[in-house]
């Protein structure tokens, strides 16, 4: 305070004065500007299976528009993994193993060092020390806020990184391997997707909005491929292959959006 008990004016920090009408921080700023990103309209292109476009698709961004989150992707990714683990490794210690029940020689006399059992774990077949046991629980718990949040990031950064295609349709005129690939050699003709055939190992992924088996039979003989069911769709699957094929996206989007909580 000054002469008079009047506050001195200054500028050292956001507590001195009550905020003028008008003003806002900086911090404010930038959430203002997230917010005005999050509402921008997003598009994509749909193909046909022979390459060729066909329209543009309004993509929600509480889908495709999130920004990227690796902490949040990655404890939800080794949650899935540790919740694949059966954990079947198992080991026995000196009161499981077999023998052992007869005092091997007396405690004295023999100037040799006293021993109880022959399952010691210093034992050659003895019991193991602090060996894995089947009854660990590996599972963890994962809110369901978090898992859709991490898989809707995952999908925003492929489609940020040009690894997301919309296809009205995969059909072949038999159910052949050899019609499958034609079909894919179509495809193939989609900017980004040239190698879906020449990739060795995790190629794409193919969602279709219903159970085919014809389909999941036939171009599930393509070693780098893998055919699964939208509303199936998983954290790991997307993360292990390159590229991501949505079948029926009109469809394929009722599916993503139902899985928004």
Same mark, same amino acid.
């Given at each position: 305070?000054?002469?008079?008990?009047?506050?001195?004016?200054?500028?050292?920090?956001?507590?001195?004065?009550?905020?003028?009408?008008?003003?806002?921080?900086?911090?404010?700023?930038? &959430? &203002?500007?997230?917010?005005?990103?999050?509402?921008?309209?997003?598009?994509?292109?749909?193909? @046909?299976?022979?390459?060729?476009?066909?329209?543009?698709?309004?993509?929600?961004?509480?889908?495709?528009?999130?920004?990227?989150?690796?902490?949040? #992707?990655?404890?939800?990714?080794?949650?899935?993994?540790?919740?694949?683990?059966?954990?079947?490794?198992?080991?026995? =210690?000196?009161?499981?193993?077999?023998?052992?029940?007869?005092?091997?020689?007396?405690?004295?006399?023999?100037?040799?060092?006293?021993?109880?059992?022959?399952?010691?774990? &210093?034992?050659?077949?003895?019991?193991?020390?602090?060996?894995?046991?089947?009854?660990?629980?590996?599972?963890?718990?994962?809110?369901?806020?978090?898992?859709?949040?991490?898989?809707?990031? #995952?999908?925003?950064?492929?489609?940020?990184?040009?690894?997301?295609?919309?296809? $009205?349709?995969?059909?072949?005129?038999?159910?052949?391997?050899?019609?499958?690939? @034609?079909?894919?050699?179509? #495809?193939?003709?989609?900017?980004?997707?040239?190698?879906?055939?020449?990739?060795?190992?995790?190629?794409?992924? &193919?969602?279709?909005?219903?159970?085919?088996?014809?389909? $999941?039979? #036939?171009?599930?003989?393509?070693?780098?491929?893998?055919?699964?069911?939208?509303?199936?769709?998983?954290?790991? =699957?997307?993360?292990?292959?390159?590229?991501?094929?949505?079948?029926?996206?009109?469809?394929?989007?009722?599916?993503?959006?139902?899985?928004?909580?």
């Amino acid at each position: 305070t000054g002469v008079g008990g009047q506050r001195k004016q200054h500028s050292c920090c956001f507590g001195c004065y009550p905020r003028q009408a008008g003003h806002s921080f900086g911090n404010q700023t930038k &959430i &203002i500007k997230f917010q005005d990103m999050l509402k921008i309209e997003m598009e994509a292109k749909i193909y @046909n299976q022979d390459g060729k476009e066909k329209g543009l698709l309004k993509l929600p961004s509480d889908i495709f528009g999130l920004p990227w989150n690796a902490d949040l #992707v990655h404890q939800v990714a080794t949650s899935y993994m540790s919740n694949k683990r059966s954990g079947t490794a198992d080991s026995k =210690d000196r009161s499981e193993v077999a023998g052992g029940g007869k005092k091997p020689w007396t405690q004295k006399g023999t100037g040799r060092a006293r021993h109880g059992s022959i399952r010691s774990p &210093i034992w050659r077949g003895g019991g193991t020390t602090f060996g894995p046991l089947s009854e660990k629980n590996y599972t963890k718990k994962i809110n369901k806020k978090m898992k859709s949040k991490a898989l809707f990031t #995952v999908l925003s950064k492929k489609l940020k990184d040009n690894e997301i295609f919309f296809v $009205e349709e995969l059909k072949t005129s038999k159910p052949k391997t050899k019609e499958a690939r @034609n079909v894919l050699l179509g #495809v193939s003709k989609i900017p980004g997707l040239e190698k879906i055939l020449s990739k060795k190992k995790n190629s794409a992924v &193919i969602f279709t909005p219903d159970k085919n088996k014809e389909t $999941e039979r #036939v171009f599930g003989n393509f070693g780098n491929l893998m055919v699964e069911e939208l509303r199936n769709i998983n954290l790991l =699957d997307i993360l292990n292959y390159k590229n991501i094929l949505i079948i029926s996206p009109i469809e394929a989007l009722k599916t993503l959006s139902s899985k928004i909580k």
